[in-house]
């Protein structure tokens, strides 16, 4: 390949990654040959979507496999007790009858029980803030005061929260808690609900979420144009979707595969907003919050298509600098999909289009869902990462049952 085409491509990768390298330095790091997973956010909807997701994944020895679970709002509750649980269980091996005892129990139980309204009543009556109320909820129905130190080291599990004040990730993970310009906390002893709550502290109603840190805590050789004491004292967080809604950051510059589970609702036309600022703030950060996702979601399938036609067309080989800068391998998938576009040779699992519409639909809230709602959601997730999982990954996986009764 000629100097000229090479960096007519190098130029090509910056301009269509899902991300922005921090330094040149990073973008000039090319990603390691492991697999990294994404979970986005959505409330009970997401929690409960992912769950599928991760028992599929789990069930063909694919959770095994993946050196990085990165996650924002919805998507960090399931992934956070996996973590935990997982570190408990004990084995290397998380397969399918292993998730199914140690992870979906605890889940279902905490979906049953709503925590956002109670959680705004009483940080409106009591001391504690909406946050916190939120993070005690999570603490007792999950997580029983274990800490970041608590969970496993491999996969490395990172959850992601929006700083407010910096306006990049937090990210929250075992050995380290940091923020690329206000700095990094290493093997950080925060409650693991309270890195759950700031991540899934979706605005307006569940944000911010607040840290009171000492500045000492702070490793002295990291940190960016932030890395001040006024910026360490107190961090404010919000949802890590409003800064990453499918939580790729963490993954897509050091992961040669990326699998994105999207669990984002599809807002539907409304003939008559309201004019109310309270619902019609809602609205516009749902809109605004579904375009994003729209974008990431199409620079994200451009990165597999790019690889492939590298490969086929250029005839570049797989270990290509150029190919590993702007492909990725890997596969998306979303609750708003539909089964009929994978075009599978065997038959999928039944999910109608019409039923897959209505678990999309279902509000972006930790709202208690009935047994047959949670049912339909987990088998929607396990059913379309299924799909995307054969069609894009490996087709020689067989078509399973559905976990939960009743379908989709």
């Not at 140690?102 to 925590?115: E, F, N, Q, Y």
């Not at 990730?169 to 759950?196: C, E, H, I, Q």
């Not at 749902?286 to 994200?300: C, G, T, Y």
């Not at 999910?351 to 208690?368: I, M, N, Q, S, Y």
């Amino acid at each position: 390949m000629s100097d000229e085409k090479q960096k007519e491509l190098e130029h090509l990768a910056k301009a269509v990654a899902p991300t922005t390298p921090i330094s040149e330095d990073d973008r000039k790091k090319l990603p390691r040959n492991e697999i990294g997973l994404c979970l986005s956010g959505g409330g009970y909807r997401a929690m409960l979507f992912h769950l599928g997701t991760l028992w599929r994944l789990a069930e063909i020895g694919w959770l095994d496999r993946i050196a990085r679970i990165s996650t924002v709002s919805g998507g960090t509750i399931p992934a956070a007790y996996l973590a935990l649980q997982w570190q408990k269980f004990g084995n290397a091996t998380m397969d399918g009858k292993a998730f199914a005892k140690h992870v979906v129990p605890g889940i279902r139980r905490l979906a049953g029980d709503t925590i956002d309204a109670e959680s705004v009543i009483w940080g409106i009556l009591s001391s504690d803030t909406i946050a916190e109320k939120v993070a005690k909820a999570y603490d007792k129905h999950l997580f029983e005061g274990a800490t970041l130190a608590d969970i496993r080291d491999q996969p490395r599990f990172v959850f992601n929260a929006t700083n407010v004040q910096s306006g990049v990730l937090w990210r929250f993970s075992k050995p380290y808690m940091a923020d690329y310009r206000v700095g990094m906390v290493k093997n950080p002893k925060v409650a693991l609900a309270t890195a759950v709550a700031a991540s899934s502290a979706f605005p307006p109603v569940l944000s911010p979420a607040e840290l009171e840190l000492d500045p000492a805590t702070f490793a002295p050789d990291v940190g960016g144009d932030l890395a001040k004491n006024a910026f360490r004292k107190r961090v404010v967080l919000s949802d890590g979707g409003v800064y990453d809604n499918l939580g790729l950051e963490t993954v897509w510059k050091s992961h040669a595969t990326v699998l994105v589970s999207d669990a984002g609702a599809k807002y539907e036309p409304e003939e008559k907003p309201a004019h109310d600022w309270a619902r019609h703030s809602y609205r516009v950060l749902n809109l605004i919050d579904s375009q994003v996702r729209a974008l990431r979601k199409q620079q994200v399938i451009g990165a597999y298509v790019m690889r492939k036609w590298m490969m086929e067309s250029l005839n570049l080989p797989a270990d290509n600098n150029i190919v590993r800068h702007v492909g990725r391998e890997g596969a998306y998938w979303s609750i708003a999909s539909s089964l009929a576009d994978y075009h599978l040779p065997d038959a999928p699992l039944p999910c109608p289009a019409d039923r897959t519409r209505e678990l999309a639909a279902v509000p972006t809230r930790l709202k208690a869902l009935d047994d047959s709602m949670q049912n339909r959601l987990i088998n929607w997730g396990y059913a379309i990462c299924d799909a995307a999982m054969r069609k894009h990954v490996d087709a020689s996986l067989g078509t399973p049952k559905f976990p939960c009764e009743g379908g989709v």
